[in-house]
């Protein structure tokens, strides 16, 4: 079976592609190029869960990347389980054969408990004591420490938030991109999945906080 990576970057369009991204239009040289109806509403959940289904809001349930929850009176916002989303999904084809296929899906939204052989997400841990640390989830649990021991910590901060797409303490303003790109080849290199599915957000940030019209973007 062919091996795949998917890469979503978020925002990134033909017009960011020439002289500056001599990489990526190396890549694009050598292939094709197509364009996609973008979903609606345009956000990461929605947009995501899209890609995985291959069904739309109506069907899928992700119609945001956060709505009002009735029976709790209150809006939920980037809820992570992989049930959330109420269509199968591309893994759960049943005409895939399991004993070849595997998928790794690095940082794609609905990422918990999904029947996939490995995934990352953040996620922060909430010891006994009642605090709270920014961390990360993975499937299988020892894919943490491994990640870790070899890339460091996640740059939480720089991923949500004031600092995030920031030059800040944090890190650069791509720092998680850059992070989870690494995690993405550790996996790669160490685990060989079939289907990489690889979420890449930086340009995101600056194309939400400035607009795609400002020199920045």
Not at 13 to 33: E, N, V, Y
Not at 136 to 155: D, H, N, Q, S, V
Not at 175 to 198: C, D, F, G, M, Y
């Amino acid at each position: 079976m062919k091996r795949t990576a998917v890469l979503n970057v978020v925002g990134l369009t033909q017009r960011h592609i020439g002289p500056d991204t001599p990489a990526i239009s190396r890549f694009q040289s050598l292939g094709q190029t197509t364009t996609i109806d973008p979903a609606f509403p345009a956000v990461t959940c929605t947009a995501q869960s899209n890609y995985l289904t291959g069904k739309r809001p109506c069907d899928h349930g992700i119609v945001g990347n956060g709505w009002y929850n009735y029976e709790l009176a209150e809006v939920n916002f980037w809820k992570q389980p992989n049930q959330t989303v109420q269509s199968p999904k591309l893994w759960d084809d049943p005409h895939l054969n399991k004993d070849v296929f595997t998928c790794a899906t690095m940082f794609w939204w609905f990422n918990m408990y999904a029947n996939v052989d490995w995934s990352v997400t953040p996620r922060p841990t909430y010891p006994a004591d009642g605090s709270k640390h920014f961390d990360i989830y993975t499937w299988p649990y020892e894919l943490r420490p491994a990640l870790k021991a070899e890339l460091g910590e996640f740059p939480f901060p720089a991923f949500w938030g004031p600092m995030a797409g920031q030059q800040s303490p944090a890190g650069k303003p791509e720092a998680v991109s850059e992070w989870i790109a690494n995690a993405a080849k550790w996996v790669e290199q160490h685990r060989q999945p079939t289907l990489n599915l690889v979420y890449l957000p930086h340009l995101d940030y600056n194309l939400q906080r400035l607009g795609p019209d400002h020199p920045e973007t």
